[in-house]
């Protein structure tokens, strides 16, 4: 149930902190197939052959994780992947979404600085300019209205790429909100 969590995620992105989105993907029974939580990882690997438990440590680490319910996202600015990076400026952020036919996402989801900006009809891919005035933490997510029968019905598929952030001037990014403090 990412919705309960989501605003938790982009206060602290909001604040200055990091944290790396992961799906749920402990697997006990039949139910724990592709269609349901998962956390994708960028490796930077020739094969499957060749990656170590480090490299998907590491991967982790970079916070450049999707986490998901289901499809696979990705999301690139000029051919690198974009989540979890700081860029300078306007940039220019490439979508796309890679399911089965039975998981049909149709709107990508913008949000600038914990909210909604906007909310884009998608067809597999498109291209998001991110343009802040200031500096800002940008959050993609995916979604679909349908149910991903008939091998998970009544689950609707999801994806959150992580934040990426936009430092206007070049000069270190800062965030929008104070950090929190414990008094």
Do not use: C, K
Not at 8 to 34: C, F, K, Q
Request: charged share 15%; glycine share 10%; hydrophobic share 40%.
């Amino acid at each position: 149930n990412y919705g309960s969590v989501l605003p938790y995620y982009l206060d602290m992105l909001n604040r200055g902190l990091s944290p790396t989105p992961v799906g749920v993907s402990d697997s006990h029974s039949h139910r724990g197939g592709a269609g349901e939580n998962r956390t994708w990882v960028p490796l930077d690997v020739e094969s499957v052959e060749t990656f170590s438990n480090d490299d998907i440590r590491t991967a982790i680490r970079s916070a450049g994780t999707i986490a998901s319910r289901g499809p696979l996202l990705v999301v690139t600015a000029d051919g690198a992947w974009a989540p979890g990076s700081t860029f300078t400026g306007t940039v220019s952020v490439n979508v796309e979404v890679r399911a089965p036919s039975w998981m049909v996402i149709d709107t990508l989801h913008v949000f600038e600085n914990g909210v909604e900006t906007s909310t884009i009809e998608l067809d597999g891919s498109t291209t998001v300019t991110l343009a802040p005035e200031t500096d800002s933490v940008y959050v993609l997510t995916v979604s679909g209205e349908s149910d991903m029968s008939p091998v998970y019905p009544g689950l609707t598929p999801w994806a959150l790429a992580q934040a990426i952030f936009v430092d206007v001037a070049g000069d270190g990014w800062d965030s929008p909100l104070p950090p929190l403090s414990v008094d």
